[in-house]
């Protein structure tokens, strides 16, 4: 017993150094197992991650200040389009530099369409969003001379380090070096973001925001501008909706508006829920179900038959999104990662770990 | 005078009334469900479609009767969407909606919004994506002031028409009728009314059932126009809009909802003429920003005082 009190204590001594260490082995463990992956399922692992820190985003707005957001599909085309344009024109900007300003895109929209929200509650805002999302394409259309309209801009392919190459024995870069290097830089974003995302969940901003949730009224009580919490949680959440958005673009090569509509806002919305809102793991999840959703259509459909040109086989995923998103509101809203833990904390009230204390005898 | 008539502000205000009543009749039942449940139905679009769809796909179809055969035309198809619309309307209150009362604000706006997308995406998978033309009931050629079109053709009247009598009937319930004052008793003191002998939870459905048939005569008459047709997403654009109108009138207010549907549909029109129609979203959008700074309980509504 006495081992696991050790780390128990450890951890609440120094929190941040154990977030750091934990996400530093779990980045690690993940560019590891990319060097024995196959060049789709490492592509299926870039796009995933980037989607995983748009879901964090919603997860951090949702399930931190109560508020629902249907625009975060389009937060993810701003920082998309931010990323693709700056990539296009300034080819030497290092990745970190178009990542940066795909983020701060992102924010000063959210910051933007956020300023409505300390004004808007619950439904209001949330329709409020949905007429954003579908703004969105509009908006691209108004700007055609820099965003090129509907048509698709491509940006600069990333070509992976020489000794990428040599370290999987092979002359030149190969679709398996690209492909292993896309998932490695998309990881390694995901782990910063989350990391970032474990602290903030746990700041004082966090917790003021999680009182905002639960009792407006107290949190004003207690000295929580509630204004300012609303405005922040959009701001954070459009953050990383634009960094995801740009991540995904670099890792694709290419950006086009009608990527970003309402239904990709939905499906945002679908991953964070079955996930379970306001977890970290829920995140991660919804952005594993996010990079294999396709292969599972595809397994379904090559299982019972269904053509993928039919009009069942190309709205399958719609119909599996949605009733999905349905049914774990009713029958689990905590998702699949705040179910788990639900099961494991009633685990632990049955059976409560007994701290050794030095004052009572040994038996 | 025919000059004016024809003239291209007249023109831009006859085609906005006709796609304004569209709006006003989806903002309108958007009410009548946020006044009885006071949940804002994010699928109320799609299931006006889905209800629209399972009416019109019924056109030209034989009926036999035993007797006689029933040669389906427009307006049997427009009531089996209208009693679709009932159904839907019905059986999403019984099953999707009555677990969510008393849940957190976001449970009923998840769910609602998985039901939009699952919506729309079986009709994609029963009907295809491809766009359904419906026939127009009457002549939709403009009529002609010597030799210059006025923005206005029977069809376009029909429209019009079909909207007011709806809108009628709506008010003639609520106003008249003792199901009428049940609803309205139901929805402003649910206990009172329990204790009073109402049926409350009968009239939360009835109110929900209204709703989605007054939402498919919405989308039905959206689609019967030469231009539009149906499509699964046909309801998407006319929905946020209508949520504005509805924001913006107040979500209290019913007369507020079909009043500020058809200024928006006004609006859109003259944006789309002498502007772009990209920018219809976004005025809308800035619109509904400013006057829920200013007063935040929508212009037609009274102002609510939330208690702690």
Redesign the interface.
Known sequence: MTPVFAVIDFRRAHPVLVRALLTLLFTCLALFLTYFFDPLTNYNLATGAAMAIVILGLSFL?GAS???S?GNGAFMGIGAYAAAIWAVHHTTTPLVGTLALATLVGAAVGFLIG??AT??????L???T???A??FE??V??FSSWTNGDAPIQTPLLTPPGWLASLVHAPTSSLTTTNMWLADISIVVTGVAFFFMANLFRSRTGRAMRLVRENE?AAELAGVSLPRARVVAFMVSAAFAGLGGGLTTLVQGSVQSSTFN??LS?TI??LL?IGGIGTLSGALLGGLIFAYSQNWITWIEGKTGISSTS??G??????I??????LV??LA?LGIAGSIRFVILRQFKKHPLTRPSQSSTPQ | MDAFLTSRAVSDLLAGLVSGVVIGLVALSLVLIWRSTH??N?AQGAMAMFAAYVGMTQLSHRLDLGAFTLQLNYWWCLVIAILAGLAIGGVTERV?VR??YG?????P???M??????????A??????TTLSVPTPFSFVDWQLHGQPLALSPNDVFRIVATFVVAVLIAVLFRFTNIGLQLRASAVAPEVSRLLGVRVGRMLTLGWILASGVGAVAAVIQATSFSTGLTPSIM??PF??A??AA?VGGLESPTGALVAGIAFGIMQQFVSDYL???????I??GV??LV??IR?QGLFSKRVVRR?
């Open positions: 949702t109560g508020q629902v249907l300023l409505p004004r808007l509650r619950g439904p209001y949330a329709g409020m949905i007429a954003f579908l703004a509009p908006l259309s108004i009224v309402l239904g939905i919305l679908s829920v009009n069942l190309g709205n399958l995923k719609g119909i999104f949605g009733l999905a998103l349905i509101m009713l809203p | 949940i804002l994010f999707l677990p969510l849940k957190p604000e976001i449970n706006i998840v769910v919004v998985g039901f939009l997308a699952t919506l729309e995406a079986l994609g998978a029963i009907w295809g994506t998407e654009a946020a809009i949520f504005i924001a772009n129609s990209n920018y219809v979203l976004l809308a959008l509904l920003i829920l700074m935040p702690v």
